[in-house]
T-cell receptor, first 112, second 109 residues
């Protein structure tokens, strides 16, 4: 069974803080993704990575950055958190092409 | 640009009634489409994909290229089908999934 884990289920931060969200997968998948999930808007892709140290912007990268130093780990960074970044953040990984994409449990981030 | 539209945010049916969750897409290439489901307090998971042509938990979905649709259907809804359903389109040389806004299905007893 593929396991995708996220470092926190709930996180509360203050405006302006730097925030790190960590994601780890244990199935040697090349592709990893960060989404945010908002009611009525579905899942929107923030960034994805198709290999170590490689990254591509998704649909809403503004205000976010990512890091992939090891194949199994993909980090999402909010350099200076803002209230409009309050959301559920989902990490996912996939082997390649039309293979199943596996999701983590999500991190609910609240920025005060 | 690719887009996935799920016109209904909420669909409420009675147990035993037929269900159809609508999904329309726009994409210039050859589409590969998926349905993902998220049950309460569970993580998002794949329900089915159009290339498999399979039925999962009684659900089916047919790709209609003429109408650019991939509607999800089930003839008799069960209470345990209550969940959030997302339609998704694979693109960017098979690297990216674009999701629709989601439809919450509520099956009433």
């Amino acid at each position: 069974d593929v396991k995708v884990t996220q470092s926190s289920r709930y996180l509360v931060k203050r405006t302006g803080e730097k925030v790190f969200l960590e994601c780890v997968q244990d199935m040697d998948h090349e592709n990893m993704f960060w989404y945010r999930q908002d009611p009525g808007l579905g899942l929107r892709l923030i960034y994805f990575s198709y290999d170590v140290k490689m990254k591509e912007k998704g649909d809403i990268p503004e205000g976010y950055s990512v890091s992939r130093e090891k194949k199994e780990r993909f980090s999402l960074i909010l350099e200076s958190a803002s209230t409009n970044q309050t959301s559920m953040y989902l990490c996912a990984s996939r082997l390649t092409g039309p293979d199943t994409q596996y999701f983590g449990p999500g991190t609910r981030l609240t920025v005060l | 640009a690719q887009r996935v539209t799920q016109p209904e945010k909420l669909l409420s049916v009675f147990k035993g009634a037929p269900v159809e969750l609508k999904c329309n897409y726009s994409y210039s290439g050859s589409p590969e489409l998926f349905w993902y489901v998220q049950y309460s307090r569970q993580r998002l998971q794949l329900l089915l994909r159009h290339i498999s042509r399979e039925s999962i938990k009684g659900f089916t979905a047919d790709l209609n290229k003429g109408e650019t649709s991939f509607h999800l259907k089930k003839p008799f809804a069960q209470e345990e089908d209550s969940a959030m359903y997302y339609c998704a389109l694979l693109h960017n040389a098979g690297n990216m999934l674009t999701f629709g806004g989601g439809t919450r299905l509520m099956v009433k007893p």
